[in-house]
């Protein structure tokens, strides 16, 4: 810049800060003469072509401020006009970002809206001077954060309106105009740190609606013509942010202003056939969409032809990828139009009922309003009912990780208080731990006599004697405790009981199943024979009367005597096993880690402090027995299941539904594939497209059949009193009924449905079209909710034609059908032809949002909520075959009653102490099975008796949500590794005595519920407080909880396996006190008297993450919530004392971390192998600790090796956790086959 314009600049700053700052009545002629001098010089200057002379001016703020005072402070039109034209040269015309922001700073936005206001109380205002002061206003805006509060606190908002009004029809005024009078209203303040301000624009808008703000702007958006686009974006803009108020809206539905809108749109469609004016039909459908929150702009929207407007206009452009928000905002406004739907039900509740028993504790609430509620009309609709925008086309996955229920969090507070039960109470659990008290001590060391473990099966003369004393009550024997311990050198005092149920099931049917000349393998035998005797160090469990001490609590010490011929028999064994496999020798060649093991107990967990089972090799080095290995091997129970076995099970069950067949997959016991099934990879644009056809089916009813093709109310009514429970003749003849030569059965030329089955779920079903039906799934008996599991058959299809199912009452906001996710399907057909699996089947899967609403007797009395559907389309490879569709491989009660019968019948009972019981019955008369599985001791001498009994505990139990049908494939594959042969199995079941409920809502699972019980709640909210007669398993389990307690015999371990409806993955629960709701949480047993956290809870899931693909680590949470305060998890951790109580959950989808199962949907076979390396996991907690010593001695001769999927994983492990967990690597390394030693 020239020297001299630059000093000239300067000097003329200087002097117009001696005059400029002085107060307008301060001034006098000569100093107004002298500001207007000086002013327009400066104009001259800045407005030449030099761009450097306006920098110059910028870059000094001193000046700008001191223009901005001197506008402030004059009041001179003259003065007035110089500095505005100053001011809108230096802020130019393009790029005024960093510019505009020097004048923010000076406060520029507060004086120009000052001086306007000022400018119009003048009689004769200059509109010239108000256009160029919204001119610079609307430079200025853009940079201003806090533009529209100053707005309204200096008075400016109806300046810039009526000017507007004024200005109507020019063209060339209204783009400034426009510009400020939409910053006045925008709300882009939200996403500030300004955010109360964000209410000051909602009070702009409503304060300009009031002021007769929406007729002009709607004026100036219909009077524009394709000429003036600029002037029409910004009108729709203004017009958007104006009608997100209520009140404008209703004023422009008032105005009769949305036929209008919809005829110019449907201009603006059919004129910009290249696409180059997107946004003014998105301005136009904001508008709308903003209308139609309102039932009053639904109705208008409607009433002028809206929805079939907004539809074929989307379909014209429905394959362009460019106009995909455009067809986004017009499904949602035609959505939302859509006429409101009921269910075509005759109720919402439940299609049969269960009648209650009365309890004190939970006594029934009257309700005189339940049962029949629905929304009567639309217009109960909420006035608010927008849909949101999300679940159309929702490629994302905000929702999958979200739980169930929703959660509170607190800063402090306490937890509930425990329902306490008597000493005296909790003895009658006596009869359920015979492990404890069933085995006769034998004094004679030398004595050879046989053990005697009554079982289900076994018929001795104890059960004769307690036959003939206490008789048959409904099947199921009666003991008296005295009778079990008459003849045991224990003393009784602590034991004896008042009266005990043993309720073992009567097994007269199968009594010959099991073969008096079943014998172990060789095999079996000489891995027995290599372990030695057992020994008690210490008792802990006192008799309450006479102070003796009756049971060892602290941890066993076990010996290994093994021989070396033993090992050399079992090693030769696994290798000639690992040569017969597809990998290499070198593979699958067992490795043994070998330990001179000290006989001191010189280290502890570090991680824990409650105590470990501890277990010694004194003499020779151990091998620990290898574990599957990469491949997982099936158990041998799933070849002997029997049909015949599970059809008399099934003819025992008892219902409340009436069923008319045995399922076939369940009769023959399905599962999954060998070969892993994929994520589903829907195309771009499927959703989208499924929910048009559901726009189109409301547009044209003409062509919709609606025809009920299966009615589950209209077949009970029809029934009437005949329709009772009776499944004692119930078989299945899908063999007879398929194919051309099937046998023929009568009805309508369509696809014929049926639900009536075990665990099946099916209320109704509709034909839409020929290929398309809704279908209706049944609530949880007696409640009007809990809609996701479905489970039906369905007949009558034609080869190779694509069937879409719709399931239209879903209630959940976003499933895992979303995100890859397909459901399980099994052909009766295929099965003929030797593939008898569930298979992941469909095709256009998603899951949306619909327009049937729900009543608010469902949603807590909010109106307005609407279901969701599922819909996939499946193409059957059969013609006239018979199919089953599930929502997960399904589990029936029959089926874990068949499997239990198996494991009876041929479970080695050399080895394994087997026993099943009866629990009690459920509300509808289900015996509830508890299971006690360990090893047997190896004599009743004294030794290995109290040895058996000082072992630790596992408590397990799974199945309390009907639904979760994974959650029973865990349970399964944790059962049937317990009764295996495997010596891992073998050493688990020395180590502990696992007790296992595997099924803790039997009648829900049979009656085909999703959540609940008969009683019409969630059992796994009803933990702290259970009732008797409403919750029976849960107030028994959590009694055989209390009873352990009670005998200060509290579970190492207990989990209850659930299933996650949102999540990928398995992943655990657990309880942390540092993560609780309670500030602080000390009423734990984590908490010690050192106020020192307990971590040994972290123990499992780290060594699950190593063992098991399909464990995530990441996955697990360890928070405490008040809304979980009354599960089993918390429940059991707080009250029971258990620190290691988690819930293991279970995707229904597949695996997404990074694991040989990656991006694969989860089958039965993973969910079985995650029940077994749940179990080998348990090891982990057993064994480690006596290794340490001779592990740091030999640790630079340890090699530790890795298998292809872990390799990275357990390098990580070994490098950056604690030492304590170096020990826990060579462990489950050791399990998995991955250590070899020095």
């Known amino acids: 810049m020239d020297r001299t314009v630059g000093a000239r600049l300067h000097s003329l700053f200087q002097l117009l800060e001696k005059v400029g700052v002085k107060e307008f009545k301060s001034q006098t002629g000569d100093d107004l003469q002298q500001t207007r001098y000086l002013t327009s010089k400066i104009l001259k200057i800045v407005s030449g072509q030099e761009k450097i002379h306006r920098d110059a001016v910028l870059k000094t703020s001193a000046y700008v401020e001191l223009l901005m005072q001197t506008l402030k402070n004059c009041c001179d039109r003259t003065v007035v006009m110089n500095i505005l034209n100053t001011t809108n040269e230096l802020l130019g015309k393009t790029q005024v970002g960093k510019r505009a922001g020097t004048f923010v700073h000076a406060n520029a936005t507060s004086i120009m809206f000052h001086t306007m206001v000022h400018e119009t109380e003048d009689l004769n205002t200059s509109e010239e001077m108000l256009l160029l002061y919204h001119h610079i206003l609307g430079k200025l805006g853009q940079k201003d954060r806090k533009f529209a509060l100053k707005a309204r606190l200096n008075r400016a908002l ?92 209703a004023r422009t539905i008032g105005g009769d202003y949305v036929p209008h809108l919809l005829a110019l749109y449907s201009d603006w469609h059919q004129a910009d056939t290249k696409y180059r004016h997107v946004n ?157 008290y069933e085995i006769e001590i034998q004094e004679e060391s030398s004595s050879l006599e046989s053990i005697v473990i009554p079982t289900a099966s076994f018929s001795s003369t104890l059960d004769k004697t307690r036959e003939e004393k206490l008789g048959r009550q409904g099947g199921h024997q009666m003991c008296s405790t005295r009778e079990i311990h008459k003849s045991a050198t224990v003393p009784l005092s602590l034991y004896r009981m008042q009266t005990v149920s043993d309720y073992s099931l009567d097994n007269s049917v199968y009594s010959g199943a099991r073969s008096s000349s079943f014998r172990p393998s060789s ?301 399980v399907m099994f052909s009766v057909m295929e099965s003929m032809q030797g593939r008898p699996y569930w298979v992941r089947v469909g095709s256009d899967i998603c899951y949306y949002k619909n327009h049937f609403t729900r009543s608010p007797l469902v949603t807590g ?181 209390q009873y352990l307690q009670l005998i200060n015999k509290t579970p190492l371990v207990y989990c209850d396996y659930h299933g996650h409806s949102r999540r990928k993955n398995i992943f655990l629960y657990g309880c942390c006190p540092s993560q609780s709701w309670i500030v602080p949480d000390l009423n734990n047993p984590n908490c010690t008297g050192n106020k020192n956290e307990d971590n040994g809870y972290k123990v499992l899931p780290r060594t699950l993450e190593i063992l098991a693909p399909a464990f995530s680590l990441q996955n697990c949470s360890f928070l405490v919530e008040k809304a979980k305060e009354t599960t089993a998890r918390v429940v059991v951790w707080r009250q029971i004392g258990v620190i290691r109580s988690y819930t293991m959950e279970s995707t229904y989808c597949g695996i997404d971390k990074e694991s040989k199962y990656k991006d694969n949907h989860i089958s039965t076979r993973m969910l079985e192998e995650m029940g077994q390396r749940f179990c080998e996991g348990l090891l982990r907690l057993g064994r480690g600790r006596e290794a340490m010593p001779s592990i740091l001695e030999s640790e630079a001769n340890l090699q530790i090796g890795a298998t292809a999927q872990d390799t990275d994983l357990n390098k990580y492990w070994i490098n950056t956790i604690t030492s304590d967990d170096v020990i826990t690597s060579v462990v489950v390394s050791a399990l998995t086959g991955t250590c070899q030693g020095s």
């Open 861 to 1041: 009395g909010v109106k307005g909520k609407t279901y969701y559907t599922t819909t996939f389309t499946v193409t059957f490879k059969h013609s006239r075959d018979v199919c089953y569709l599930a929502y997960h491989y399904p589990y029936t009660y029959s089926m874990l009653q068949t499997h239990l019968q198996l494991h009876e019948c041929h479970h080695d009972c050399s080895q394994i102490l087997f026993r099943k019981q009866t629990l009690c019955h459920t509300m509808s008369g289900n015996p509830v099975p508890v299971l006690t599985i360990t090893a047997k001791p190896k004599s009743n001498s004294r030794e290995h008796v109290e040895e058996l009994r000082s072992r630790p505990y596992i408590f397990l139990s799974a199945r309390v949500h009907p639904g979760e049908s994974n959650s029973s494939w865990i349970m399964k594959g944790t059962i049937d590794f317990l009764m295996s042969k495997k010596p891992v199995a073998q050493l688990l079941r020395e180590m502990y005595i696992i007790k296992i409920v595997p099924m803790l809502n039997p009648d829900g699972v049979i009656n085909g519920n999703h959540r609940s019980s008969l009683a019409a709640e969630d059992l796994n909210r009803r933990w702290d407080n259970p009732c008797p007669k409403l919750h029976p398993t849960i107030y028994h389990t959590k009694g055989l909880l």
């Open 158 to 249: 109806l300046v810039t309106l009526n000017l507007i009004k004024n200005n109507i029809s020019n063209f060339k005024l209204l783009p400034s105009l426009l510009q400020v009078f939409k910053l006045y209203t925008n709300n882009t303040c939200l996403n500030h740190p300004y955010f109360p301000f964000f209410f000051l624009t909602c009070v702009n808008s409503s304060y300009l609606g009031k002021h007769n703000a929406i007729n002009p702007i709607c004026k100036v958006v219909l009077q524009c013509s394709r000429k003036h686009v600029n002037v029409l974006k910004l009108a729709l803009d203004t017009l958007n942010n104006l009608t997100k108020s209520r009140n404008n809206a």
């Open 280 to 436: 003014i039909r998105k301005g136009i459908l904001n508008v709308l969409k903003n209308i139609t929150n309102l039932r009053s702009g639904r109705r208008a929207l409607v009433d002028a032809d809206g929805i079939r407007i907004l539809y074929e206009s989307a379909q014209d452009v429905i394959d362009c990828r460019e106009m995909e928000s455009l067809i986004l905002l017009a499904s949602v406004i035609m959505r939302k139009c859509c006429p409101r739907n009921k269910l075509p039900l005759c109720q919402i509740n439940s299609a049969v009922t269960f009648e209650k028993p009365e309890s004190e504790l939970y006594p029934e609430i009257s309700n005189n309003n339940a049962g029949d509620g629905q929304l009567g009309e639309e217009g109960q609709d909420s006035d608010n009912s927008s849909l949101d925008d999300d679940d159309i086309d929702s490629d994302d996955e905000r929702f999958k990780t979200d739980h169930t229920e929703e959660t509170e969090d607190y800063e402090g507070g306490i937890a509930p208080e425990a329902c306490k039960r008597t000493a005296d109470d909790l003895r009658l659990y006596d009869s359920f731990f015979p492990e404890l």
């Open 523 to 823: 095999y079996v035998t000489d891995y027995i024979d290599s372990f030695a005797s057992v020994r008690p160090e210490t008792a802990s469990a006192i008799n309450v009367k006479t102070g003796a001490s009756v049971i060892s609590l602290d941890f066993q010490t076990v010996q290994y005597n093994q021989s070396a011929n033993s090992r050399k028999t079992a090693t030769a064994k696994a290798s000639k096993k690992a040569k017969g496999s597809k990998k290499t020798q070198k593979d699958k060649k067992p490795r043994k880690l070998k330990v001179d093991l000290n006989p001191e107990p010189l280290f502890t967990d570090a991680l824990c402090i409650t105590p470990i089972p501890v277990i010694r090799d004194s003499e020779e080095d151990v091998e620990i027995p290898t574990a599957m290995g990469d491949d997982w091997e099936e158990d041998s129970i799933d070849e002997s299941y029997n049909p015949l076995i599970y059809q008399e099970m099934a003819r025992q069950t008892r219902s409340i539904y009436k069923f008319e067949k045995i399922a076939y997959p369940d009769l023959i016991g399905a599962r999954g594939p060998y070969e892993m099934e994929p994520f589903y990879h829907r195309k771009f644009g499927v959703q989208r497209t499924k929910v048009f056809e559901d726009i189109d089916r409301m547009i044209h009813p003409e062509h919709v059949i609606d025809r009920d093709v299966y009615n589950l109310d209209t077949i009970k009514a029809c029934q009437g009193m005949l329709y009772k429970a009776d499944n004692s003749n119930i078989s299945n003849s899908d063999e007879f009924r398929i194919g051309p030569a099937g046998r023929y059965e009568s009805g309508p030329d369509c696809l014929r449905f049926s639900g009536q089955f075990e665990s099946g779920n099916l209320r109704k079903v509709i034909r839409v079209r020929d290929f398309e039906y809704d279908l209706i799934l049944n609530p949880d008996i007696n409640t009007n909710h809990h809609h996701q599991w479905f489970y039906f058959e369905v007949s009558n299809m034609i080869a190779d034609r694509p069937y879409r199912f719709n399931i239209v009452n879903c209630e959940k906001q976003n499933s895992q059908f979303n995100f890859g996710m397909k459901p």
